[in-house]
């Protein structure tokens, strides 16, 4: 399944000091069951984008895990547009 995931953090967590976004999730090689597809960021709104295919639950919590104390997520299942 396809999934948008909206990762929001505040200025103060903002981890462009400590490593950049990578710090606020795993690296997808390193997840089963997960591509990340394309990823975005909104860096002066301090929020950030990716769009996932996942298997499970289970491998975007994976993801997800190490920047649980920094931010917050946002897991909204989507599908693709096919135009007319």
Request: charged share 20%; proline share 7%; net charge negative.
């Amino acid at each position: 399944m396809l999934f948008l995931i909206t990762q929001e953090h505040t200025p103060e967590t903002c981890p462009i000091d400590a490593g950049g976004r990578e710090v606020l999730h795993e690296k997808p090689g390193n997840v089963p069951g997960l591509e990340v597809l394309a990823a975005y960021g909104a860096y002066s709104e301090h929020t950030l984008y990716y769009v996932v295919e996942a298997d499970n639950y289970e491998a975007m919590d994976k993801f997800l895990r190490p920047g649980f104390k920094r931010c917050t997520s946002t897991i909204t299942p989507i599908s693709q547009f096919l135009g007319e």
